[in-house]
């Protein structure tokens, strides 16, 4: 069964899901645990389409209503820069391209927008992500923002 990313709302139920199920994992896996209140986070006009946008990866015949695999936002981050934010799949939908569905369909409307760039931070327990990242072409680049939890910083240039 094939994957599909939808657009979202910040406030949508299934992506407020997610992100409880993300900030519980970052919690688990991070070695100071994780603190949602000490990041930065976005309001709904950041992450609405012209400026950014949220997606939910699902099963491609599931409905809007079914449950969500995974998450990604962008929101801009400085002019002709989009920052992705917010990545996370499900343990159990791993492995199966849903991360890489999403990057892919962040970077394409991070185009359609008009983003030369796109940017993220990460914490460096998070090994998969970073290796999807590195493995897309989001190479190293200089720290851009003092998130506590970030110790790696990649970018790429979009087409």
Known sequence: MGLTARIRTADDPEVERCLSLYYEELDRRFDTGFD????????????????????????????DTDPALGIGALRLEQPGVAEMKRMWVSPEARGMGAGRLLVESLEAAAVEFGYREVWLDSNSTLTEAI?????????????????????????????
């Not at 209140?37 to 409905?63: C, M, Y």
């Not at 290796?131 to 240039?157: C, E, Q």
């Open 36 to 63: 949602v209140e000490l990041t930065p986070q976005a309001d709904i006009e950041e992450t609405t389409p012209p400026r950014g946008v949220f997606l939910t990866v699902q099963h491609r015949s599931d409905g």
């Open 131 to 159: 290796s999807l990242y590195r493995s897309m072409g989001y190479t190293d680049i200089a720290r851009y923002n003092t998130h506590p939890f970030a110790h790696v910083w990649l970018g790429k240039t979009l087409p």
